[in-house]
Each structure stands twice: as structure tokens, then as C-alpha cells.
């Protein structure tokens, strides 16, 4: 593979290392999800990024904004980052927004990029994303 920038091989060396912890969580994710969609019966409309960057104060409370990422799901597609809900349901959600996180990562590093400040950081996310899907798929 020619070298995309100065993060290409090194993000090719750390998904090497990782590889039976990322076999894991997608095996996981897949098992999961079947589960998820044999549950439908539970779906409902979901915020998709319930945070406090997507709240206003109207009248007095907090309401929800910015739903371009709304689905019909399970309700744990808004609660696992809040410890709410199906512990299984749960575990699903938290290991796609782990495994769609050092996907994104790895996209920037298969394209050209420099060594800039952003890209330092996101090498980082990238191998804190892949130890904790290393620790958390040890048991699995």
C-alpha cells in the first residue's frame, strides 16, 4: 500500500494488532443486532445524539433539536450513553458508536493527510478507540 500520509502505515500497524478485538466487536455488533430487530415490537422515534449541544430551553424546559439523525429504533439508540435501558440493547449501541468512531479514523488515514494538530488528535482517539474495544471485547 502506498503510504497516504504519515499516519497510513502506523493505522494499518495498530488494526494488524487489533484485528481479534475488532473481530469480536463486529461479531458482537452483528449478534446483537439480531436481537435489536427481533425487539421491533419496542422501536420508537429516536433523537439519534441526545447531548447537550442538541437541547434548547423553551417555555422553561429543555427540548431536543437538531433531528436530521431521527430513526425508528430501539429507545437505547438514545439511552446506552446514559446507562438507561436493555443492558444488550445497550452494549449494541455503545460498540457501533465504537467501531463507526475508529472506522471514521481509519477513513482519514487511508486518504492523503499531513501531521497536523487534527490529525494528532484523531491518531489518538483512534488508539483509545481501539484499546477500549480491546478491553471491552476481552470477555466476549
Given at each position: 500500500m502506498a503510504s497516504a500520509g504519515p499516519?497510513?502505515?502506523?493505522?494499518?500497524?495498530?488494526?494488524?494488532?487489533?484485528?481479534a478485538?475488532?473481530?469480536?466487536?463486529?461479531?458482537?455488533?452483528?449478534?446483537?443486532?439480531?436481537?435489536?430487530?427481533?425487539?421491533?415490537d419496542r422501536f420508537v422515534l429516536t433523537h439519534g445524539e441526545p447531548h447537550p449541544a442538541n437541547t434548547m430551553r423553551v417555555d422553561g424546559r429543555?427540548?431536543?433539536?437538531d433531528w436530521e439523525s431521527a430513526l425508528i429504533?430501539?429507545?437505547?439508540?438514545?439511552l446506552w450513553n446514559f446507562a438507561g435501558g436493555d443492558p444488550e440493547?445497550?452494549?449494541?449501541?455503545?460498540?457501533r458508536w465504537a467501531l463507526v468512531e475508529a472506522a471514521g479514523y481509519l477513513s482519514l488515514f487511508r486518504r492523503d493527510h499531513r501531521d497536523g494538530?487534527?490529525?494528532?488528535?484523531?491518531?489518538?482517539?483512534?488508539?483509545?478507540?481501539?484499546a477500549k474495544?480491546?478491553?471491552?471485547?476481552?470477555?466476549?
Open positions: 499516519y497510513t502505515q502506523r493505522a494499518v500497524t495498530a488494526v494488524t494488532a487489533h484485528a478485538a475488532l473481530g469480536r466487536a463486529l461479531a458482537r455488533y452483528d449478534h446483537l443486532t439480531g436481537i435489536g430487530l427481533a425487539g421491533r429543555f427540548v431536543l433539536i429504533a430501539p429507545p437505547e439508540r438514545d440493547m445497550c452494549e449494541l449501541y455503545s460498540l494538530p487534527n490529525e494528532g488528535a484523531s491518531w489518538r482517539y483512534l488508539t483509545d478507540t481501539l474495544l480491546e478491553t471491552t471485547t476481552a470477555r466476549i
